[in-house]
C-alpha cells in the first residue's frame, strides 16, 4: 500500500484511517469494509496476504479505527528478530536473566498495554515459544524471562503472514490451538495483480512522490508504459512496483516517464547450482525469480511444465529454497 493525500470514501468518519491507502477497486473496497467492521470489536485479526501487498497498513487502520486508536501501535516482525532473542523482546527480561541481560528491559506486549501489537510473520514464531504466546492470548498474562512473578496486560492482537498456517498446521510446524486463537477473523489482502484498476492511481502516485524527491518535472506518463505496468503480474506486489517506478523516475530524460520492457522479461535462465543455492543471486533477486517460475507454472513445481524445468534446477533444490524463503507455492495455483 502507499500513503496519499486523499480517497474518496463513503464513509466520512473513517475516511481519514484510510487515506493512506490507494484505491478504488472493488477487491480493495471490500477489503476496506471488513477492516470498518471488525476495528472496532476488538477481535484479535489475522491479515494474510502475499509479500509487499501492504498488511502493515491495513492493521494499523484496524487500530486507528478502534477504541484503542490513542493508545500504542507497536509493531515486532516476528521473521527478523533471531530465535533466540525474540521471546525476550515480546516478554521483556530481567537484569541477569541471561548472559548479557545486564539491564532490566519490558517487552513489545508491556509497550503495547491498552493499546494493539502487530505481530508481523507470525508464522515465522517457533514451536517453542508458541506456547508463551498462546497463554498471553488465552489469559492475558505472562512473565519476564528470570522473573517468578506473573503480568497482566491489555493488549488488542493484530497478526499478519505470508505463509499458509493452516498448512503449517497441517505439518506440526504451528499449533492448531494458536491458530484458532489468531484466526478470530481473517483478513485477505489481494495481491496487485488481483487489482489491476488500482495500479494507475498507485503508478501516479510514486511519480509524483519521487519526482518531487529527486526534484524532477516529470508531467505525464507514455501510454504504452502505463499498458506494461498495468499488465505485468507483479510478483513483487506494491514494494516491487514502487521500486520500478522510482527506477524508472531515476532514468527519465524529459518530462514523459517511459519504461525498458527489458526490466520484465523473467526468461528462466539456467543457473550453476552453487553450495545448495540458486546461483549467485541475492534472496530478494532469488526469491522474484522462484515466484515468477510458480506462476509461470501455475504453482507446480515438479513435471515438464514445472517451476524446476523453467529454472533448470533439481526438484528437491527448489522445494528447499521454497521452504527457506517462505514462499507459500500454494497461492499461485489460481494465477
Not at 469494509?33 to 477481535?43: L, N, Q, S
Not at 527480561?93 to 541481560?101: K, L, N, S, V
Not at 477473523?185 to 495481491?191: D, E, Q, S, T
Not at 515468477?292 to 515438464?304: K, Y
Amino acid at each position: 500500500m502507499a500513503p496519499s493525500t486523499a480517497r474518496p470514501s463513503p464513509h466520512e468518519s473513517s475516511e481519514r484511517k484510510f487515506e493512506q491507502i490507494i484505491g478504488s477497486s472493488p477487491a480493495l473496497e471490500a477489503l476496506l469494509e471488513k477492516v470498518e467492521r471488525v476495528a472496532p470489536t476488538g477481535a484479535t485479526v489475522l491479515i494474510e496476504g502475499e509479500t509487499g501487498t501492504g498488511k502493515e497498513l491495513i492493521a494499523r487502520a484496524v487500530h486507528l479505527l478502534s477504541q484503542r486508536c490513542e493508545r500504542p501501535f507497536v509493531t515486532v516482525n516476528c521473521a527478523a528478530i533471531p530465535t533466540e532473542l525474540l521471546e525476550s523482546e515480546l516478554f521483556g527480561h530481567e537484569r541477569g536473566a541471561f548472559t548479557g541481560a545486564a539491564a532490566q528491559r519490558i517487552g513489545r506486549f508491556e509497550m503495547a498495554d491498552g493499546g494493539t501489537l502487530f505481530l508481523d510473520e507470525v508464522g515465522d514464531i517457533p514451536p517453542a515459544l508458541q506456547p508463551k504466546l498462546l497463554r498471553v492470548l488465552q489469559e492475558r498474562e505472562f512473565e519476564r524471562l528470570g522473573s517468578g512473578s506473573t503480568r497482566s496486560v491489555d493488549v488488542r492482537i493484530v497478526a499478519a503472514t505470508n505463509r499458509d498456517l493452516a498448512e503449517l498446521v497441517a505439518q506440526k510446524l504451528f499449533r492448531d490451538d494458536l491458530y484458532y486463537r489468531l484466526n478470530v477473523f481473517p483478513i485477505y489482502v489481494p495481491a496487485l495483480r488481483e487489482r489491476r484498476e488500482d495500479i494507475p492511481l498507485l503508478v501516479r502516485h510514486y511519480v509524483a512522490k519521487y519526482s518531487a524527491s529527486m526534484r524532477r518535472s516529470i508531467r505525464a506518463i507514455a501510454p504504452h508504459t502505463m499498458d506494461v505496468l498495468t499488465g505485468y503480474h507483479w510478483p513483487g506486489n506494491i514494494r516491487e512496483l514502487q521500486n520500478v517506478v522510482e527506477r524508472a523516475v531515476i532514468l527519465c530524460r524529459d518530462d514523459t516517464l517511459t519504461i525498458d520492457e527489458a526490466w520484465f522479461l523473467r526468461e528462466a535462465p539456467r543457473f550453476e547450482i552453487v553450495g545448495g543455492g540458486l546461483g549467485r543471486l541475492d534472496q530478494e533477486q532469488e526469491r522474484r525469480l522462484i515466484e515468477s517460475a510458480l506462476i509461470d507454472s501455475h504453482g507446480r513445481v515438479f513435471g515438464p511444465r514445472g517451476a524446476a524445468v523453467k529454472l533448470g534446477v533439481p526438484r528437491s533444490t527448489l522445494e528447499s529454497r521454497i521452504k527457506s524463503l517462505h514462499i507459500n507455492k500454494h497461492q499461485f495455483r489460481t494465477t
